[in-house]
């Protein structure tokens, strides 16, 4: 699959906003929400939804990589992770306009 | 015996590897059992299915909720409870009186890779309407339960190891075995972790690396996780 040269957060502040620049990329956002809020008609309509535009295989795959994030973000907030040296500054711009400044693993991962 | 059964087009990678964290799960650790790691597993399919507790709620001290008999200490069930269902919660203060009510904080780091892992597992196959693995029979050994000297507390909550690389790798150094089921499910669900920053345009089987990013960083975010 591709996607057009210039990408920007819209898909991951949330589902409304577009593309951002990436194929299906609302959709997939779409496909996270509703696997997170585990609400059976909203995720099997969404399923359909993702199977019809880009494929079942593209539906395992996505939900593979979310379902991973439900590991990777207890690891990093249940062992008070902090950002890695080399990305705090660059990650400034990005922090701010995703919105994630406000999170409380944000504060305690310095403790 | 495949993890799966079904009709979509599940990567055989997938669900070898499904298989592979059921057998670990059950496998005797460096400070729970066999048997004291599947209960973490089951421990996590509870907090999933029960009634949502608020964050500020202990489940040992919900009348009822966790049965007497439980093999795994009431820090224990209280932490995997929090960690399932409100990452976004956690702090240096939990974290605490978590390893304060005597678990050892390098136990806590091993409860921390399994009930992480199920969360992953179990929840791509809630979302995909497969059945759960199942989980096999437990080993019999008793873990060593022995403080390793070489793990200390400095840059996490948790004691870690004197290694190179991301700090989210570095989490789980003091159980080893946890980060290389760490590793293992990121090989086939998202990005060989040798590879995280080193290939940066690759498609990742169906999907463009772009696609695995936004998956990525809309469900960290939903999870309100800041790293």
């Known amino acids: 699959m591709n996607q057009d040269a210039e990408v920007t957060f819209e898909a991951i502040d949330n589902s409304e906003s577009g593309d951002g620049g990436v194929e299906h990329g609302a959709l997939l956002s779409r496909l996270c929400e509703a696997i997170y809020n585990e609400d059976q008609n909203q995720l099997a309509s969404i ?3 993702v199977v019809e535009s880009a494929g079942a295989d593209v539906l395992v795959d996505a939900v593979a990589v979310s379902a ?11 062992t008070g992770t902090p950002l890695d040296a080399g990305s705090v500054e660059p990650s400034i711009q990005i922090r701010e306009l995703v919105g994630v400044n406000a999170f409380t693993s944000r504060r305690e991962a310095q403790k | 015996m495949p993890a799966y059964s079904t009709e979509l087009p599940l990567r055989s990678d997938l669900n070898d ?5 059921a057998k670990r ?8 059992s066999g048997a004291e790691r599947l209960a973490i597993v089951e421990e996590v399919r509870s907090a999933r299915d029960s009634e949502p ?25 209280d932490a995997i409870w929090r960690i399932t ?11 605490a009186s978590i390893v304060g009510q005597g678990l050892d904080p390098e136990a806590y ?8 892992q199920a969360n992953a597992v179990d929840r791509f196959a809630d979302a995909l309407n497969l059945e759960r693995v199942s989980l096999p029979e437990p080993s019999r050994l008793e873990p060593a339960r022995s403080p390793d000297p070489s793990v200390q507390v400095s840059s996490h909550w948790v004691p870690t190891a ?57 469900t960290s975010k939903l999870n309100e996780c800041f790293y």
Do not use: C
Request: charged residues 15%; glycine residues 6%.
């Open chain 2, 25 to 32: 799960w059950a496998t005797t650790g460096l400070w729970w």
């Open chain 2, 162 to 218: 004197q290694i190179k690389g991301p700090n989210v790798v570095k989490a789980l150094s003091a159980v080893p075995f946890e980060n290389e089921s760490m590793q293992l499910l990121s090989s086939v669900q998202y990005v060989g972790l040798g590879d995280l920053l080193a290939d940066l345009v690759s498609d990742q089987n169906s999907l463009s690396r772009m696609q695995v990013e936004v998956i990525a960083a809309r």
């Open chain 2, 85 to 95: 269902n409100h990452p976004g919660t956690l702090t240096a203060e939990w974290h």
């Open chain 2, 53 to 77: 507790l608020a964050p500020w709620e202990s489940p040992s001290q919900v009348e009822g909720l966790i049965p007497d008999d439980n093999v795994l200490p009431s820090a224990a069930v």
């Open chain 2, 17 to 21: 590897t499904h298989e592979e964290l």
């Open chain 1, 68 to 78: 991973h994030f439900y590991m990777m973000t207890r690891i990093a907030d249940a």
């Open chain 2, 109 to 116: 780091a091993e409860l921390v890779g399994v009930v992480a």
């Open chain 1, 47 to 49: 399923k359909d939804q």
